[in-house]
């Protein structure tokens, strides 16, 4: 999900890395940027065929070398292990790891070539955990082409973390994290690790990143951001305030992208909001902003990078000028997903890595699951040949069905395929889609009002046959399953089965026309909005608000509602063809893409019957999951 609690474990990521310990391992691998190509699932294992296992840092020297690290629980063991995966350009693979005292892990990893690697991260040496503030020690590993070793580093109190480290050569190597409240430094020589001097003054000063072009130029972020020039470090005047930066990628002394999020201490109140910053040698600027958590960022110059995060394995590129959202993935169940470390090897090979955790069984347990995605796949077919025209889902927001304009149905996670009109010749285009009661079937709605019923989905009658003063747009089903209504761009309404007629916008001038409905959870009230997001209430449904007196950067494409308690609704969601994501009554912001440059414009939206997540559906296929 998007907005939580933030985690307040510093994370990183740079020339290969990011910090935090979490549940699940993932990789993924990202198209580059201005390619069409899309990126999938692949297998990455887990220590002993647990699924207790996270994966938060990668680095990639070729297309065949890559190393991932994180933490595992290992089999027999109440505390974390250390967790290092190898690709050899097929597969990954696990690698043996030492994992000193308890609650060993592993945040980030920084390679030169495919016989040096560093790894950095902490262990306990206590039955308190190794990120508890009284008992840490750092820990930084060393590959040397065959095995991982741990190598002696400094430290300064029973408090110390490492949290990011970059690497320039066999001879050089900075890593960073905190020390109770303040920052920690240290540094290779080739020969062995020393501090090195923080001028950090901040109350909390942790840092969480680094990125080293040279010997003499290295960029750290975190609480504050540091900047080293092979004789000290100090703090950069200009740096981001009220923010904590994650992760940091530099290019060169002139060239180095920031993101992270603003922080939830303070003044500042509601959801996470991403924030990209750019260095451009002088001083920091911002690159945008988002309702997303960025985690991780890798750049291969200064107009081609990829940044990472938790909304549901968010995937973005910075062209140089703007940020765009990245196809990714469709994770395989209801979960949340989070990609936190990215690194690429060349132009047409990446990886991200992070985890997915879910929620199953008759009394939710947390389950957790591999979830690894590769790419890109430059040969790859669109999803559909017609556009996608809506998105229906069977509960969880990882099991949903996805609808395109000649009836074509794609099913992704748990969500069974019951059938489609893709080979049938239509009258008029599907517009609309809906899940029956019990996930067990769905309906297709034609412009034209024709129904089409697959599985336990029922027909109860259609407009096919009745000529219409406008086209349907879309449906609704009532709360039993055994009606549904159709709606048309004058907000003509049309009810079958069970489903009883409350009113309509029939006769009624419009400003703009209508797009969508929602149906109360008592099923005795309907609402429906307009593309300008105007909202009207019929039966029982409550007036919250709207955007019809609002001036909207993209037309209003559909409503959904917040889940409810017995038959009181408490809110509703509007969606932008943008992605922006307009919110009344209780309905939380949660997030949207609209900050971004969409490859394709949102054209539908689903949340579940529980939990405040929602998803967006572009007409391109892509999914955005909140």
């Known amino acids: 999900m998007v907005w939580s609690r933030r985690r307040r474990t510093p994370r990183k990521v740079c020339a290969g890395v990011v910090a935090i310990l979490v549940s699940v391992s993932v990789v993924a691998v990202v198209p580059p940027v201005g390619a069409s190509a899309s990126w999938g699932v692949v297998a990455s294992p887990n220590v002993g065929g647990s699924g207790d296992s996270s994966l938060s840092g990668v680095a990639c020297t070729s297309a065949t070398f890559c190393m991932a690290v994180g933490a595992a629980f290992a089999p027999g063991r109440t505390d974390w292990r250390t967790l290092v995966e190898q690709w050899d350009g097929a597969r990954w693979s696990l690698v043996a790891s030492p994992s000193p005292g308890e609650h060993a892990y592993l945040s980030a990893v920084s390679c030169t070539s495919d016989s040096n690697c560093t790894a950095v991260g902490s262990y306990g040496v206590s039955p308190q955990t190794a990120r508890s ?65 923080d001028p950090g003054t901040a109350e909390y000063n942790g840092l969480s990143g680094v990125s080293c072009t040279s010997t003499t130029f290295c960029m750290a972020v975190g609480a504050s951001v540091e900047l080293w020039d092979g004789w000290r470090w100090s703090v950069v005047a200009n740096a981001p305030s009220g923010v904590a930066l994650s992760g940091v990628s530099c290019t060169s002394a002139t060239e180095c992208v920031a993101v992270g999020d603003v922080r939830s201490e303070g003044p500042y109140v509601g959801p996470p909001a991403a924030v990209m910053e750019h260095w451009n040698g002088v001083s920091w600027s911002s690159a945008g902003l988002s309702n997303w958590v960025l985690t991780g960022v890798w750049c291969a110059a200064a107009s081609n990078c990829y940044a990472v995060g938790s909304n549901a394995g968010a995937l973005v590129k910075w062209d140089g000028t703007s940020w765009s959202i990245v196809a990714g993935p469709n994770p395989s169940h209801a979960g949340a997903a989070e990609l936190i470390g990215v690194s690429c090897a060349s132009e047409t090979t990446c990886f991200a890595v992070g985890f997915t955790s879910d929620y199953v069984g008759p009394k939710p347990a947390e389950v957790t699951t591999t979830f690894v995605a590769q790419g890109p796949d430059a040969t790859a077919a669109p999803i559909s040949n017609e556009p996608i025209v809506g998105i229906a889902g069977q509960g969880f927001r990882g099991n949903y069905w996805l609808v395109a304009s000649d009836g074509g149905v794609f099913s992704f996670g748990g969500a069974p395929y ?42 109860y009658g259609s407009t096919g046959a009745r000529r219409l003063n406008k086209p349907i747009v879309g449906m609704a089903v009532t709360p039993s399953g055994h009606g549904y209504w159709l709606v048309a761009s004058d907000g003509g309404v049309f009810s079958f089965g069970d489903a009883h007629f409350y009113g309509s916008t029939g006769a009624r001038r419009l400003n703009k026309p209508i797009v969508g409905m929602a149906v109360t959870p008592s099923g005795h009230g309907y609402w429906l909005v307009a593309s300008d997001g105007g909202v009207f209430t019929f039966g029982d449904a409550l007036y919250h608000g709207s955007t019809g007196a609002t001036a909207l950067s993209a037309p209003i494409v559909g409503i959904s509602l917040t889940p409810e308690i017995g038959h009181l609704n408490f809110g509703y969601r509007l969606v932008a063809s943008d992605g922006t994501v307009f919110n009344f009554s209780d309905a939380q912001q949660d997030g949207s893409p609209g900050a971004l440059s969409l490859q394709a414009p949102i054209v539908g939206m689903f949340t579940p019957p529980a939990g405040q997540l929602y998803m967006l559906a572009a007409s391109d296929g892509e999914t955005f999951g909140f």
């Open 418 to 459: 019951y059938g489609s009109t893709g080979a049938r010749r239509l009258n008029k285009p599907i517009v609309g889609m809906a899940p029956a009661v019990h996930g067990g079937g769905y309906w297709l709605v034609a412009s034209d009002g024709g129904v089409f019923s697959f599985g336990d989905a029922h027909f």
């Open 133 to 197: 503030s009284q008992s840490s020690r750092t820990l930084i590993e060393q590959w040397n082409g065959r095995s991982w070793s741990v190598v002696a580093s400094p430290n300064h109190s029973g408090a110390d973390s490492l949290f990011g480290v970059s690497c320039t050569s066999a001879t050089f190597c900075v890593a960073v994290g905190r020390e109770v409240a303040r920052s920690l430094i240290e540094q290779w020589n080739g020969q062995s690790w020393s501090f090195v001097g």
